[in-house]
């Protein structure tokens, strides 16, 4: 049985593709409902209002997805061998490559319906004297059917033999035709429950029920102007954006004020951190400290994924030396910690702490020092509080000016101004990925004038905030759940 639903409905202003890689979800659609099991899923187009309800021990994968001109929901077949692909565009729509200008990298084609195939018929003319009588009377049971078309004959005989011949299960065979002429009634505008009753179904929600499972839609969506597309089964396939290639990759550079676990879940990586260079196999990790600057180099095909974060207030991590071996992206319960942090549709009842936990546990790491626990300390405090000068922020990090410069230069390799840009720059770079405007930003941090802002947005990036073309990821993260990259409650 689903659990309750964790998630409120929302309106959705992109196009979004919910993919159940293991279990099942009840995803609705405006009035609608549908059961999407593992192997598929389902895309809908902006302007829906969505609610997703994972199953327990289920995963659904939240991707943006463009839909070809199409304005319906569409159930979608997602191949395992698929999978990998929608793992790089979720990623992608996490916000931490540079250079992408829109998250949606996948899209729905070949979506437009096609007749809902027919059972097959069998050979036997006594059997095929049975399924007309079924067909024609859909609400007559299999034993009278049977003893109506073919005396003498029992039930379980006629099921071994229809199964023989067709390869359908009586009853699978039934379900299908009494869909098909449900799905011709509807689309002439019968109601429901007659509908219902009719083709042999003892209520409207059982019927409802087996329609969606052969269709992907609800009897509720004829009714309500779709009838044509209720009569099919949707074949749409995913392919990728025109113009879009994996080729290799970068993170920007960023001073966080969290500490962050980062996964190689597919390939190699080599990451950058306070001025060292550190390899990262197949299915290593490593948890990069808060304060420390660092960007990542990125293979063609490597699939990088952040595996979630923790507070610097709850203590120092220090520096990476090793890597944790957590193993590949077939590895159980990181996809999950993944999901559990960054949206709130994707699992239920997984600890988001569970990645960086185990990361945590399986590298090797500098001891903390003094320096190192203040720079952690101080990149919260700003990221917290990113409008504060020098003076103010040693005074509340109980510290001297001296110091604290001290240990940044220490720890990190940069004077203190440049350090404090770079995070500074960081937050503004998210903030952006939030929806919110430069101007908006600017005052924020503190900046007396919007050209002072971009001069110091241009120096960390290499160009000015309303160039950079930093995507709006607001959209994404409504669809997910989530309002913003990392919660100021998470600093």
């Given at each position: 049985m689903l659990p309750a639903v964790t998630l409120p409905p929302v309106r959705l202003s992109e196009a979004m593709l919910y993919a159940v890689l293991r279990g099942s979800a009840a995803v609705t659609v405006g009035g609608s409902a549908h059961t999407?099991?593992?192997?598929?899923?389902?895309?809908?187009?902006?302007?829906?209002?969505?609610?997703?309800?994972?199953?327990?021990?289920?995963?659904?994968?939240?991707?943006?997805?463009?839909?070809?001109?199409?304005?319906?929901?569409?159930l979608v077949r997602v191949p395992e061998h698929g999978n990998a692909g929608l793992l790089h565009a979720f990623a992608h729509a996490l916000g931490h490559l540079d250079g992408i200008r829109s998250p949606t990298q996948l899209e729905v084609r070949g979506a437009s319906p096609e007749p809902l195939p027919a059972p097959p018929p069998p050979r036997d003319e006594a059997l095929r004297a049975i399924v007309e009588l079924l067909a024609s009377a859909p609400g007559l049971g299999l034993a009278a059917a049977v003893e109506a078309a073919a005396p003498g004959w029992s039930p379980r005989t006629v099921q071994r033999r229809f199964q023989a011949e067709t390869g359908w299960t009586l009853t699978a065979w039934a379900r299908r035709q009494r869909i098909r002429i449900?799905?011709?009634?509807?689309?002439?505008?019968?109601?429901?429950?007659?509908?219902?009753?009719?083709?042999?179904?003892?209520?409207?929600?059982?019927?409802?029920?087996?329609?969606?499972?052969?269709?992907?839609?609800?009897?509720?969506?004829?009714?309500?102007?779709?009838s044509a597309a209720c009569m099919y089964e949707t074949l749409a396939e995913l392919g990728r954006q025109p113009g879009q290639a994996d080729g290799a990759r970068r993170t920007w550079t960023r001073v966080n004020g969290a500490h962050v676990a980062v996964w190689s879940a597919i390939g190699c990586a080599e990451l950058v951190v306070g001025g060292r260079t550190l390899a990262l196999g197949a299915g290593e990790a490593v948890v990069i400290p808060a304060g420390t600057p660092n960007e990542f180099r990125i293979p063609v095909g490597t699939l990088l994924m952040p595996l979630g974060y923790r507070s610097a207030m709850t203590g120092p991590v220090g520096a990476p030396l090793r890597p944790a071996r957590i193993g590949g992206v077939e590895q159980p319960g990181m996809l999950e910690a993944i999901l559990a942090t960054y949206t709130r549709i994707g699992v239920v009842d997984v600890d988001p702490d569970r990645g960086f936990a185990a990361v945590l546990a399986g590298s090797e790491r500098a001891a903390v020092t003094p320096e190192s626990e203040l720079l952690g300390r101080a990149a919260n405090r700003f990221a917290r509080e990113p409008e504060l000068g020098l003076p103010a922020a040693a005074a509340r990090l109980g510290t001297s000016e001296r110091e604290l410069c001290a240990a940044v230069a220490s720890q990190t390799g940069e004077q203190f101004a440049a350090w404090l840009r770079l995070l500074r720059?960081?937050?503004?770079?998210?903030?952006?990925?939030?929806?919110?405007?430069?101007?908006?930003?600017?005052?924020?941090?503190?900046?007396?004038?919007?050209?002072?802002?971009?001069?110091?947005?241009?120096?960390?990036?290499?160009?000015?905030?309303?160039?950079?073309?930093?995507?709006?990821?607001?959209?994404?993260?409504?669809?997910?759940?989530?309002?913003?990259?990392?919660?100021?409650?998470?600093l």
């Open positions: 999407v099991s593992a192997g598929s899923g389902l895309w809908v187009p902006a302007g829906e209002l969505v609610g997703v309800t994972p199953a327990s021990g289920a995963i659904v994968l939240p991707v943006p997805a463009g839909g070809s001109g199409q304005t319906l929901p569409a449900g799905a011709e009634l509807i689309s002439d505008g019968r109601d429901l429950e007659w509908v219902a009753n009719r083709v042999g179904y003892e209520s409207l929600a059982a019927f409802t029920r087996a329609f969606a499972e052969a269709t992907g839609l609800t009897p509720g969506q004829g009714r309500a102007g779709s720059m960081t937050r503004a770079r998210n903030q952006l990925g939030d929806g919110e405007t430069p101007t908006e930003i600017s005052r924020e941090l503190g900046y007396a004038h919007l050209p002072a802002f971009s001069r110091a947005f241009r120096a960390v990036h290499g160009a000015g905030p309303t160039v950079l073309g930093v995507p709006n990821l607001r959209p994404t993260r409504a669809a997910w759940g989530r309002e913003m990259r990392v919660p100021a409650s998470a």
